[in-house]
């Protein structure tokens, strides 16, 4: 690839991620486009949510599910990224996956008391 074919390449990705950023910053945020990581940082350090963790990952995710759907409803906004559905069904799969993470560390650390 040469130095043109390049430049054009990273032109045109920059605007694809440009554009997908616009599109899905509509269902996230209001007027402070940063507002959610704002919102979802201050949940985690009131709910004590650790990202280095499996289980704190998992209720990251969730809790980012929860965030967009709030805020979709207060602003009155139609998503014009995924439907409302598929948010709850994503919330439900990350409550699913979090369950299994804290089912198998139970049966992990049982397996150790047994040892």
């Not at 990273?10 to 269902?27: I, Q, V």
């Not at 949940?43 to 289980?55: E, Y």
């Not at 409803?73 to 996956?97: C, M, R």
């Amino acid at each position: 690839m040469n130095r043109a074919a390049l430049e054009d390449l990273s032109l045109d990705l920059y605007l694809r991620r440009t554009k997908l950023m616009a599109k899905k910053s509509h269902d996230y945020a209001d007027e402070d486009v940063l507002a959610n990581f704002k919102r979802l940082a201050e949940i985690s350090r009131i709910w004590g949510v650790d990202v280095t963790t499996p289980s704190g990952c998992a209720e990251y995710l969730a809790i980012l599910k929860l965030d967009r759907y709030f805020n979709l409803k207060a602003q009155g906004k139609n998503p014009a990224n995924e439907s409302v559905d598929d948010t709850f069904l994503d919330l439900a799969n990350y409550i699913d996956l979090l369950h299994a993470i804290l089912h198998e560390q139970t049966a992990l650390a049982q397996l150790e008391d047994i040892e």
